[in-house]
C-alpha cells in the first residue's frame, strides 16, 4: 500500500510536484498519467527513494521513505523506463547480482525459479543479456523488480518499444501481479492504462488533476450523456418506441446510414441507463440494432481535457470520487 500525502518537490524556485496526495492500496494497479515535463518521474523517484521530498511524506506500508529509506525500499520493486541491465551477464548471473543486492532472504534457487517462470524467461536463463530482445530484455527487468518479493510495484513505461505481441504479454503479466501486489503502471500509451489499470491519477505541471476511474472521469467530465444508435427499421415507427421509454428526454433522427437504416440521438435524464430497454423494445419488433455508441469521452479525450487547461477551475470536483 501506498499513502502519499501533501508531497511537494521544488527545484530551486521551480515547482517540479505540488502538494499532491493519493493512495494505492493493496491488489489495486494504479495508472499514473501526464504529459512530457509534468512531475511523474519525480514523483516515482520520491516514492522509490531516489530523490528526497521538500514536503509532506510518501509512506510505504506506513513507512516514511525519508526517515527509513531501507525499510521502505524492501517493500518496493522498481523498473525504470530503461532497465537496469548488466549487458554482460547471463540471466541467471544477474538475477543472482540482484538478490545478493538486495540482500534477500528468500531460499535462493527456488524464488529465482519461480520468478522466471512467472515472467517467462526460464528459458533464456543461460543467456547472455545483451543478446536477447527487447521483449526479453523488458522481462528480466520486471523479474529484477520482483526480487524480494516486495508488496509493490512501481513500473514506469514497461511496454516502451515493444511490439504489439510483446505488449499483450507484458499486460496480461501486469495483470497477473496486480492481484498480489500494489502496483504503479506510468505509460503514455493509454490504451493500456484503459486496459489494465483498476484507477487512474492524472498529474499536470506538478498538481494532481484527476483521480478516478476511467468510467467516472467519462462521466463527470462529458458535457452530455447522449446515446447515438443505428436501427434498421420502420423510422416514424422506431422513433415511436424510443420516445416511449421511460427517462427518455428526446429522440432526434440524424440521417439515414443506408436503406431503411437510421442513425438516432437519444438523451435520456442525467444518470438513465436506457441502453437494455432500446435493445428490448426494438428486438420485439426484429429491428436489428447495428451500432450503439455512448458520447462519453474516450480516455484520450479526458487525457486531453483535463492538461489543457478548460477544467482547472473545478479541479477539486473532478474524480474525488475514486481517491481512497
Do not use: W
Not at 21 to 46: C, D, R, V, Y
Amino acid at each position: 500500500m501506498i499513502e502519499v500525502k501533501n508531497l511537494s518537490k521544488s527545484y530551486g524556485s521551480k515547482l517540479a510536484v505540488d502538494n499532491i496526495s493519493f493512495t494505492a492500496n493493496e491488489s489495486e494497479i494504479l495508472g499514473f498519467l501526464g504529459p512530457n515535463g509534468a512531475g511523474k518521474s519525480t514523483t516515482m523517484n520520491m516514492l522509490t527513494g531516489y530523490l528526497s521530498s521538500s514536503g509532506g511524506e510518501a509512506l510505504i506500508n506506513g513507512i516514511d521513505v525519508l526517515e527509513d529509506p531501507v525499510g521502505a525500499k524492501k517493500n518496493i520493486g522498481y523498473l525504470p523506463e530503461q532497465p537496469p541491465l548488466y549487458l554482460d551477464m547471463t540471466v541467471s548471473e544477474y538475477l543472482n547480482f540482484v538478490y545478493e543486492l538486495k540482500k534477500c532472504r528468500l531460499p535462493r534457487r527456488s524464488h529465482l525459479n519461480e520468478i522466471c517462470s512467472l515472467v517467462k524467461i526460464t528459458d533464456v536463463q543461460k543467456r547472455v543479456i545483451r543478446n536477447l530482445s527487447k521483449g526479453y530484455r523488458q522481462r528480466v527487468g520486471v523479474a529484477q523488480a520482483l526480487v524480494g518479493n516486495p508488496s509493490t510495484l512501481i513500473l514506469d513505461e514497461p511496454t516502451v518499444g515493444l511490439d504489439p505481441k510483446q505488449i499483450i504479454e507484458i499486460r496480461t503479466l501486469i495483470k497477473k501481479l496486480g492481484k498480489n501486489h500494489t502496483v504503479i503502471l506510468s505509460s503514455h500509451i493509454l490504451s493500456e492504462v484503459q486496459a489494465v489499470c483498476d484507477r487512474i491519477i492524472v498529474i499536470d505541471k506538478g498538481k494532481l488533476v484527476a483521480n478516478d476511474t476511467t468510467e467516472n472521469l467519462s462521466h463527470n467530465l462529458s458535457a452530455d450523456h447522449k446515446l447515438t444508435v443505428q436501427i434498421e427499421g420502420a423510422n416514424k415507427e422506431v422513433q415511436a418506441l424510443l420516445k416511449q421509454i421511460p427517462d427518455m428526454v428526446e429522440v432526434h433522427m440524424n440521417r439515414e446510414v443506408e436503406k431503411n437504416v437510421f442513425e438516432y440521438e437519444l438523451n435520456a435524464k442525467e444518470g438513465a441507463d436506457v441502453r437494455r430497454e432500446v435493445f428490448k423494445r426494438m428486438a420485439a419488433r426484429n429491428y436489428p440494432i447495428l451500432l450503439m455508441r455512448s458520447s462519453e469521452l474516450t480516455l484520450e479525450e479526458i487525457f486531453l481535457k483535463l492538461t489543457t487547461g478548460d477544467f482547472y477551475g473545478n479541479v477539486e470536483n473532478i474524480g474525488t470520487g475514486g481517491a481512497k
